[in-house]
């Protein structure tokens, strides 16, 4: 690890044992203080012979099975313990025995009342000065009756059966104890989540007996590599946990990939893995023990975006921009869900007659605490999200609701409606729009306008216009959101089955003193008159604005200039108002000569 930390004395290799917490290296007991100790001792033990044959059991044994000790001789542990079918955790627990000389895992043995009942069972390998095998040491410890003294309390000892390390429900004990230990030394704490790589590939490949074998070699490198107090979990497959009480600097983490990089020797085949690893540290990250453990593993999956064979930090200020998002997007889900959500309409006007045309329906949230607010405030976070498009289904809703009450009441405008990309390609748009309409029957199709962003349709062209023209089918047209800002080329132009073009409120509002941007505003105009599409300028905030407009040929506009969004009950008493704004109705007087107004599709 660190190079401090490093220089300290190891094992001879002859003597490496993975470490676990609480693991131990049983032997024969010689003389008769062992012999007394194992008379004694509260956990049943066995003695077997190379074959597995019952030599020796304590009395322990017999209270927790029933059985006696003249009964169990020379018999098999697994006939007399394990009830029922064969065991996944003995058989693994072998496999750790035949490669590390010991083991552990949890089983279920045949209590003396016939039941089973959940147990720890500890194997060692003793070998005789030859280093053949002498014979077996287990210890079963029950479970249930460690729960019931309280030997168990607050703290289950699990471990995982292949490689003999503390598991998941242990790890998480395990690290409430590291930060207690680090809180009050004011010691430093880093959480590891260790995943090699490209582990599937290699299991499919060579099969699962070969995966064993590497997840428990590699458990057995990574375990000689710490120190002190230092903790490794496997949590599952082929994913482990470091739990590493001095903290880790770079250095650390290099030589710890570094040293997972040599060769492993599998069956007399060399192996060669890397692994991903991702960190973060306490007390920088000052969270309870699960929450540094999903930061640890969000950190790890980074690693691998990265490219794999690395290390990522993990970033507490952008995960708590990342929750703070999150909560934002419940909280606005709790929004839409109560109502708390209205809609905002902003007329649009034809200045040659200065005629009403329709109005744009915008979205905004009547916030509890922050008042309302405009969709930039929550469209930015939803965005990506189904969130997005409940809302977009909720905006349609709510305009044919209330095109519903303005056409009872005599007023028949239309109204135009924002749809987002996400929600015009999400497969099911035209058909859910036709539900809608026809819950609305007494509100004729061709009031909804629906505009959609110029990046939307140029994002899958094909199945943009196949969107469309389902829903022009349905009698409703279509609008060009922004143009100007997107993709635009004069093919896709001709190509959108598009009934009206809008012209960025970006490019109008600068065109009276950027060049540039009144050369753009230009460009759409000409280019929409030669495409013969209507068009319609956002952004008009002044009369001088709406003045070089229609100096251009372009009529219809909307913005400030003529109102800003109003609620729907203010629309009704806004048109009453309007006739008398005799400025914007004079606008057109000095353009019209004795051959009528300017060339304009807008005219026609």
């Known amino acids: 690890m660190s190079r401090e930390r490093q220089s300290r004395p190891r094992r001879a290799d002859h003597q490496e044992i993975p470490r676990t917490c609480g693991q131990h290296r049983l032997a024969t007991p010689p003389g008769a203080l062992a012999a007394g ?3 004694q001792v509260a956990e049943a033990i066995l003695i077997t012979d190379a074959e597995h044959a019952i030599l020796e059991v304590n009395p322990a044994f017999t209270a927790l099975t029933g059985l006696t000790r003249e009964a169990v001789l020379d018999q098999s542990p697994r006939g007399l313990l394990l009830p029922g079918a064969p065991s996944a955790g003995i058989d693994g627990l072998w496999r750790e025995v035949d490669l590390n000389g010991h083991g552990k895992a949890e089983i279920s043995y045949r209590h003396r009342d016939g039941h089973a ?9 003793v070998r005789d000065a030859h280093g053949g095998v002498s014979h077996h040491v287990m210890v079963l410890s029950d479970l249930a009756a460690l729960a019931s003294s309280g030997r168990r309390a607050g703290r289950q000892v699990y471990f995982d059966a292949l490689t003999g390390l503390p598991n998941l429900q242990l790890l998480t004990q395990l690290i409430q104890e590291s930060l207690q230990h680090a809180a009050r030394h004011g010691s430093h704490l880093a959480v590891c989540s260790l995943d090699i790589d490209h582990f599937k590939r290699i299991n499919d ?13 590699f458990a057995q490198r990574i375990s000689y590599l710490l120190h002190g107090d230092d903790i490794l979990a496997r949590v ?16 650390t983490l290099d030589q710890l990939l570094a040293a997972i990089r040599r060769p492993l020797f599998l069956k007399g085949r060399c192996v060669q893995v890397t692994a991903s690893l991702g960190v ?6 000052d969270e309870d023990g699960d929450v540094l453990l999903r930061h640890a593993t969000q950190a790890m999956h980074r690693a691998k975006q990265q490219g794999r064979d690395t290390y990522h930090v993990f970033d507490t200020g952008l995960d708590r921009q990342i929750q703070a998002r999150e909560a934002y997007r419940q909280r606005f889900a709790v929004a839409l869900a109560q109502g708390e959500l209205t809609l905002h309409y902003q007329p649009q006007v034809d200045m040659f007659g200065g005629d009403v045309i329709g109005a744009e329906a915008l979205v905004r949230w009547q916030h509890p605490e922050r008042g309302t607010l405009a969709p930039g405030c929550f469209l930015p976070v939803i965005e990506g999200t189904a969130l997005e498009i409940e809302l977009g289904e909720w905006v349609i809703e709510a305009t044919l609701g209330q095109l519903r009450t303005w056409r009872a009441a005599g007023l028949e405008l239309a109204v135009h409606v924002n749809i987002s990309p996400a929600h015009l390609l999400s497969g099911r748009f035209a058909e859910r729009l ?12 061709r009031l909804l306008k629906l505009e959609v962003l110029e990046s939307a349709a140029m994002h899958d062209m094909q199945a943009a216009l196949s969107v469309m023209r389902q829903c022009q089918a349905l009698g409703i047209d279509f609008a060009i959101d922004d143009f100007g800002t997107g993709y635009s080329s004069l093919t896709h132009l001709r190509q959108l089955p598009v009934d009206l073009i809008k012209i960025d409120q970006s490019f109008v509002r600068g065109m009276l003193t950027d060049p540039d941007d009144m050369a753009i505003v230009e460009s759409v105009i000409f280019m929409a008159n030669r495409f013969r599409r209507p068009m319609l ?17 372009c009529t219809r506009v909307q913005g400030y200039g003529i109102a800003r969004p109003m609620p729907a009950e203010r629309f009704p008493g806004w048109l009453q108002e309007w006739p008398g704004r005799h400025e914007w109705s004079a606008l057109a007087m000095h353009l019209t000569g004795p051959s009528g107004p300017p060339s304009s599709l807008e005219t026609k």
């Not at 599952?236 to 250095?251: I, M």
């Open 280 to 285: 973060t540290f306490y007390p920088q990250d």
């Open 205 to 217: 490949r060579q099969g699962q007996e070969s995966g064993d074998l590497l997840i428990a070699a």
């Open 117 to 125: 009942c959940p147990a720890v069972l500890s194997i060692s390998r």
């Open 434 to 445: 036709e539900w809608l309409l026809n819950r609305f029957p007494e509100v004729p199709s």
């Open 236 to 251: 599952g497959g082929d994913e482990f946990v470091l739990l590493l009480h001095q903290g880790a600097d770079d250095d």
């Open 37 to 39: 100790v194992f008379d």
């Open 537 to 553: 300028a956002e952004g008009v905030e002044t009369l001088e604005h709406a003045r070089a407009l229609l100096a251009l040929g």
